[in-house]
């Protein structure tokens, strides 16, 4: 099967709400540089502000169906399986790059509470990083800060 003979959004669509086309940024961030599969799950979740977190099981076959077509090598590189795009698949994205977007954006669009998922994200990230290394009067204190800001939730909903 020639590359990109997969229909309007390839091999590996994501199906439902936060996800995207898996094919179209793994062949876009590796434009940019070689990485591994855990690099651009990585990636692919920050660009899309952690609306979209793929799956292994959605990254690693659509890397070998990518390796198939002849779009990409995989090379071990300090120990790990790197992938990189071939001349044929610097081509294809060159060729499609208006077309493919930017897809981890458009995975993260859900409408008017995008703001608001994002800085719900980043919450949780914070308080993640205080259970971590944070001392105990840190814990305490950021237990009150988050139990002040579900109350004020509840409160500007009692406004409407």
Not at 47 to 62: D, Q
Not at 69 to 84: C, F, M, P
Not at 112 to 135: C, N, S
């Given at each position: 099967?020639?590359?990109?003979?997969?229909?309007?959004?390839?091999?590996?669509?994501?199906?439902?709400?936060?996800?995207?086309?898996?094919?179209?940024?793994?062949?876009?961030?590796?434009?940019e540089q070689p990485r591994h599969g855990y690099e651009l799950?990585?990636?692919?979740?920050?660009?899309?502000?952690?609306?979209?977190?793929?799956?292994?099981?959605?990254?690693?076959?659509?890397?070998?169906?990518?390796?198939?077509?002849?779009?990409?090598?995989?090379?071990?590189?300090?120990?790990?399986?790197?992938?990189?795009?071939?001349?044929?698949?610097?081509?294809?994205?060159?060729?499609?790059?208006?077309?493919?977007?930017?897809?981890?954006?458009?995975?993260?669009?859900?409408?008017?509470?995008?703001?608001?998922?994002?800085?719900?994200?980043?919450?949780?990230?914070?308080?993640?990083?205080?259970?971590?290394?944070?001392?105990?009067?840190?814990?305490?204190?950021?237990?009150?800060?988050?139990?002040?800001?579900?109350?004020?939730l509840y409160r500007i909903l009692a406004e409407s």
């Amino acid at each position: 099967m020639p590359p990109g003979s997969h229909g309007p959004h390839g091999r590996g669509r994501g199906r439902g709400r936060g996800r995207g086309d898996i094919r179209a940024a793994i062949l876009l961030l590796l434009d940019e540089q070689p990485r591994h599969g855990y690099e651009l799950i990585q990636e692919i979740t920050d660009r899309s502000a952690g609306m979209w977190h793929p799956s292994p099981g959605s990254v690693y076959p659509t890397l070998q169906g990518l390796e198939d077509e002849g779009l990409i090598t995989i090379d071990t590189v300090d120990g790990r399986r790197t992938a990189s795009l071939t001349e044929a698949g610097a081509q294809w994205v060159e060729e499609r790059r208006e077309s493919l977007g930017a897809p981890w954006e458009s995975a993260g669009d859900v409408g008017p509470d995008l703001a608001i998922r994002r800085e719900i994200l980043a919450l949780r990230d914070a308080a993640t990083q205080v259970v971590r290394v944070g001392t105990a009067t840190q814990l305490t204190a950021a237990t009150d800060v988050l139990a002040t800001a579900r109350k004020e939730l509840y409160r500007i909903l009692a406004e409407s």
